[in-house]
């Protein structure tokens, strides 16, 4: 069975009126009566009907969130297992660590020294035998083979430490934990760390607000899939549409950086006002005596009531902008309120009126 969700249309913290309304237009356009042409209209049909199930029962969508959840994290688990596994495969190459080592601790114009002295410390280690073995020369003498001795026995044991890298490289990096510590702080050292290291998938969701709330900054709470509840803070600027992102606010798993939520600002189109980005958009009644002549009036802006100025002959297309009350933006200015006139009659006819008009169409004149 495919994401009822995704069946329906509905977002997953849709509320119970709007997942009826989805599956009630779902069902009337896959329906197998309106779609005979289509084979799969019945497959279809009782698909949405089987989603529709899932969801209007609070159980059952519990149930299906929670099983979706801990895919998802099955999932991310897995990923985050193949991605280790496909690490301690991979071996260190000998030459490259000791190459590594010598070029972090600058230890190249010291190896070689090392190195072409080993050809020339051999030498006296392999004559001394040969000095055993003639008779003893004068005392004097003596305090010299000492101090030929000890320098010899110091190159021999920086040669040696310097050899071991390379047996060492021979292992799988996960036999080697100390190799990654310390190849992880050097790259941090030398500015070179891995800013690209593994996080966590993002959690997208929406967030429903009113106009009210984005002018008074007031604090929105988002619902997230798994049913946990985060503040979103409104900042100056924010319209319909717009993304704010939460920064690690998301899932957490072991090893993994924590992941970021990035919510949709969603602004109720049912209130008095409309967005149209920072401007908004209202509707002022008015009859057909002040739309012909003209008239004083007030309309209700975010601040309270404002004077507007109806002019004489205004038509249902007429369009009153008022500066500087709409939402605020970003650089603290204000957008503007569109003030959209719209003709009305009278709730009982006029006697008057009627025969005006009756005149006018009959081309009289009173």
Request: charged share 35%; with cysteine.
């Amino acid at each position: 069975m495919r994401d009822p969700y995704s069946v329906l249309g509905v977002r997953r913290n849709a509320g119970p009126d709007e997942i009826k309304a989805a599956w009630r237009a779902v069902a009337k356009a896959v329906h197998p009566d309106q779609n005979k042409d289509d084979p799969l209209a019945t497959q279809r049909f009782a698909e949405a009907g089987r989603a529709y199930e899932v969801l209007k029962d609070p159980k059952l969508r519990n149930r299906y969130d929670y099983a979706r959840r801990e895919a998802e994290l099955r999932r991310m688990e897995e990923m985050k297992r193949r991605r280790r596994g496909a690490t301690e495969e991979e071996t260190i190459d000998p030459e490259t660590a000791e190459e590594m080592i010598s070029r972090i601790f600058g230890a190249d114009n010291r190896v070689k020294p090392q190195e072409t002295a080993k050809p020339q410390e051999r030498k006296p280690a392999a004559a001394a035998p040969q000095a055993k073995a003639e008779p003893k020369p004068e005392a004097k003498a003596e305090p010299k083979g000492e101090a030929v001795t000890e320098p010899d026995a110091k190159p021999e044991a920086k040669a040696e430490t310097a050899e071991k890298p390379a047996g060492f490289g021979g292992f799988p990096r996960a036999a080697a934990p100390a190799a990654e510590l310390v190849s992880a702080i050097v790259r941090r050292i030398r500015g070179t760390a891995n800013k690209t290291a593994d996080k966590v998938p993002e959690i997208f969701c929406d967030v429903s607000v009113s106009v009210e709330d984005i002018f008074r900054r007031e604090k929105a709470t988002a619902e997230l899939p798994d049913g946990q509840t985060l503040k979103v803070s409104l900042p100056a600027g924010t319209t319909d549409g717009s993304v704010i992102r939460l920064k690690e606010q998301g899932y957490r798993l072991n090893g993994m950086l924590r992941g970021d939520v990035v919510v949709t600002v969603r602004i109720a189109q049912d209130g008095t006002f409309r967005p149209d980005g920072i401007d908004l958009r209202t509707t002022l009644p008015v009859n057909i005596q002040d739309a012909v002549l003209g008239c004083e009036t007030t309309v209700e802006t975010l601040t309270g009531p404002a004077k507007v100025m109806v002019p004489a002959w205004s038509g249902s297309d007429h369009v009153i902008r008022l500066e500087g009350h709409g939402l605020p933006s970003a650089d603290g200015k204000r957008g503007d309120l569109l003030v959209e006139l719209r003709l009305m009659l009278w709730e009982k006819p006029d006697e008057k009126v009627t025969d005006l008009m009756r005149s006018l169409r009959n081309g009289l004149y009173l």
